[in-house]
T-cell receptor
């Protein structure tokens, strides 16, 4: 079993929809949680970063962490065609440099 | 803006060849990383370096080596390329908890 699981999709939604992307993990030591967005033929870029449990909002994006369930989510409100990309969750424990990534979910937002 | 560049976007090599992938960052970051990305497997860490001449193995170092002679440059070496090393290779540099990725090199080993 992988340490971080993510549904690969593709997830296809109409423009304006609310999108929910999720990851589950097995290592209870993970404390820092990130979401990266990767456009086709580009490297990933950091989208959201949270520490421990709770919510964080940035514009149309909300990251949510539920450590008791070992479950993290990224919500995108009013989705746009420009949000079409692969979204990767990543996480790490308190100490160390190494991130553990999920496999990524491909999102397609149709006009 | 942080810039991480990789020497090639696409590379085709033959089995047994020695392959060099180069990565350069322009932000004086101490930490640099090499990942490979395969469908459904996400990014897997091959090696990382936290300073010049310093390196640590990641999750899948077998078949790879690295070199960091200068702070801005981190090279990934495939000593004898094999077909199972066909993949997308991504380099990143890091400050605090933000990793900045290069555009990737798609390597095909025939």
């Amino acid at each position: 079993q992988k340490e971080v699981e993510q549904d690969p999709g593709p997830l296809s939604v109409p423009e304006g929809a609310i999108v929910s992307l999720n990851c589950t993990y097995s290592n209870s030591a993970f404390q820092y949680f990130m979401w990266y967005r990767q456009y086709s033929r580009k490297g990933p870029e950091l989208l959201m970063y949270t520490y421990s449990s709770g919510n964080k909002e940035d514009g149309r994006f909300t990251a949510q962490v539920d450590k008791s369930s070992k479950y993290i989510s990224l919500f995108i409100r009013d989705s746009q065609p420009s949000d079409s990309a692969t979204y990767l969750c990543a996480m790490r424990p308190n100490a160390g440099n190494m991130l553990t990534f999920g496999g990524g979910t491909r999102l397609m937002v149709k006009p | 803006d942080v810039k991480v560049t990789q020497s090639s976007r696409y590379l085709v090599k033959r089995t047994g060849e020695k392959v060099f992938l180069e990565c350069v960052q322009d932000m004086d970051h101490e930490n640099m990383f090499w990942y490979r990305q395969d469908p459904g497997l996400g990014l897997r860490l091959i090696y990382f370096s936290y300073d010049v001449k310093m390196k640590e193995k990641g999750d899948i170092p077998e078949g790879y080596s690295v070199s960091r002679e200068k702070k801005e440059r981190f090279s990934l070496i495939l000593e004898s390329a094999s077909t199972n090393q066909t993949s997308m290779y991504l380099c990143a540099s890091k400050v605090t908890d933000t990793q900045y990725f290069g555009p990737g090199t798609r390597l095909t080993v025939l």
